[in-house]
């Protein structure tokens, strides 16, 4: 990969960061060739920080990760798009994108915070979680879980009581989200699947 750090007097150029399940545009920092280094070997997206005058890894003091994925420059080889999954929310005002909330895209955003809360709370304290009690028990008990929870949607869909039809719906999505990530997926490898189906 060849980037033109020599296009900007500091040596730097910009990253843009985006989040590889919503495609929502994160944060801009800057980077040079240690701090591009150490993004790929930590796997974890750090920057040059022009205030610290040092290599910072976002995170570092907050927890909230950007998870690295890939990188490429663009056409002119002096800006970087970096596709990341985020830890928590990614600006300093608690925000998930340091843009707000009119560059998120809704539908799908929640999911995605949904999915990284189960990858949080799946090595906790079986005593006090009830997702880290299900990993603790293995796959067969989240399989079955996601069984009992079809079971009962299938029940509901035949009586006329709404509200417990769109219960049920989110227990049987909300496990489902389980069982992929007990076996190693996300819901975009799902949507990955379906899209090569859908052939217009």
Known sequence: MNIDFTKYADGL???????????NVLMLGFMNQAAVDATISLQKVTFFSRSKNR????GEESGHHLNYL???????????????NPIGPVCHTGADTCWGTENKVESHDFLVQL?????????????????????????NKIAQKV???AVELVIEAKDNNE??????SADLLFHYLILLQS??????????????????
């Open 55 to 58: 290599l910072w890894t976002k």
């Open 115 to 139: 999915e990284q809360v189960i990858e949080q709370r799946k090595t906790a304290d079986p005593s006090s979680s009830y997702v880290a009690s299900l990993f603790a028990k293995g796959i």
């Open 147 to 149: 069984g009992e929870e």
């Open 183 to 200: 076996k190693g997926y996300q819901l975009t490898d799902v949507v990955k699947v379906l899209a090569q189906r859908h052939k217009p």
């Open 163 to 168: 509200q417990l039809f769109l219960d049920e």
């Open 13 to 23: 150029v910009p990253a843009i960061v985006q989040d590889a399940s919503t495609k």
């Open 70 to 84: 890939s990188m490429a420059p663009d056409c002119d080889q002096d800006t970087l798009l970096i596709q990341a």
